[in-house]
């Protein structure tokens, strides 16, 4: 099944899980999977350890995938990984009946200047994959609508995901961003460029305050829009270091009443990427299913069976 033909009918549904930490983490993965599988969602993707760290997990949760009737999509980076190495672990996918990706470049390490691996880009990559196993990869590319963190240029950053086309990619999976005024304009920039790939829209659900602030500013750089900082500010959470008492009494309700907000702020997001006519929402599930079933309930894309 092609995901990418299919966006052009129809906007997709999709979401994305992490390899589980612990073995606990593991059993209770089926039953989530098998709850959001209730949406029906075109495919779920998995995570890739940075570096390949965690990889059998991947590959348990693809199975998992498979099990609950869905296609699964699996990442990849190229980070510390030989060409090798590539080629053997992927054989290994289409081997487990794994035959979607997302091909990325993957962070650099800490204390380090390049992947330590092979190849340097993303677009090496897709190159390769295409060159070993000609069609056999549906090859999904990132695309950062605010640009990558660490790119030159807007412009230079699209040139790169139009290389990533040329080389044979389908479609994009775009980094999180919330501000809509930056989206539209990349758009119109990509398009004007030659991209025509489908986009499918990466949406991270606002559940917890830490985990907002830490994805948007500790690796994105991430543009916050005033309604989504004041929401921060509103229900602020973190003991200040000025204050004597060190915690606020009202911590729990304060966490629940932010996480309400964030729900709602979650669901207008799609509902605006929903009117711009985008391909697909690829919801980050974070190994739940409760506030994603709330999400997508309430933003009428899908009802539970
Ligand atoms: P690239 O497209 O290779 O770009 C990296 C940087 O290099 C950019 O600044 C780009 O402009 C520049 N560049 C690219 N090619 C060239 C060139 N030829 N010459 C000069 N400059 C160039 N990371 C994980 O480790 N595991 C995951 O599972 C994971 N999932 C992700 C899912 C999504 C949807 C997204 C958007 C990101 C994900 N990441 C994941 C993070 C990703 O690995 C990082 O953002 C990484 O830093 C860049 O990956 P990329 O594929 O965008 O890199």
């Keep these: ?24 983490g593991m059993e209770n993965l089926p039953g989530t999977i ?15 350890g940075a570096g390949g760290g965690n990889v059998g997990r991947n590959r348990e949760v693809c199975q998992e995938i ?13 980070i510390k990984n030989t060409k090798e190495g590539i080629k053997e672990q992927l054989q290994t996918y289409l081997d487990e009946g794994v035959d979607h990706m997302l091909a990325l470049r993957g962070d650099i390490p800490r204390g380090e200047t390049t992947t330590c691996g092979d190849f340097n880009y993303a677009t090496d990559l897709v190159a390769f994959v295409r060159k070993e196993f000609g069609d056999k990869f549906e090859i999904a590319v990132a ?52 991209v025509t790939m489908p986009i499918d829209v990466g949406i991270m659900p606002i559940l917890d305050q830490a985990a907002t602030i830490n994805m948007a500013l500790s690796r994105n750089g991430c543009v916050m829009p005033r309604e989504l900082s004041r929401l921060i500010s509103k229900y602020w959470i973190f003991p200040n270091p000025f204050d004597k008492e060190p915690f606020d009494d009202a911590l729990e309700q ?25 391909n697909g929402i690829h919801l980050y599930a974070l190994n739940k299913w409760k506030d994603v079933a709330e999400i997508i309930n309430a933003s009428g894309m899908r009802t539970m069976i």
């Excluded at 092609?2 to 930490?21: G, R, Y």
């Excluded at 098998?34 to 890739?48: D, N, Q």
């Excluded at 963190?149 to 139009?162: G, N, P, T």
């Design 254 to 278: 304060k966490k629940a009443d932010f996480k309400k907000a964030g729900i709602e702020y979650t669901i207008k997001q799609i509902d605006e990427y929903r009117a711009l006519g985008i």
């Design 143 to 194: 695309g950062s609508p605010e640009g990558h963190i660490a790119c030159r240029s807007l412009e230079s950053d699209i040139a790169v995901l139009k290389q990533k086309q040329d080389n044979g990619a389908d479609y994009i999976m775009t980094q999180l961003c919330w501000d809509m005024e930056q989206f539209k304009y990349w758009l119109d920039a990509i398009d004007k460029a030659g």
């Design 1 to 24: 099944t092609k995901l990418s033909e299919m966006m052009k009918e129809k906007q997709l549904l999709s979401f994305e899980l992490f390899p589980p930490k612990t073995d606990k």
């Design 34 to 48: 098998e709850k959001l599988c209730e949406f029906k969602p075109e495919y779920i993707s998995c995570t890739y």
């Design 66 to 78: 498979i099990k609950a009737g869905t296609i699964p999509v699996t990442h990849f980076t190229v």
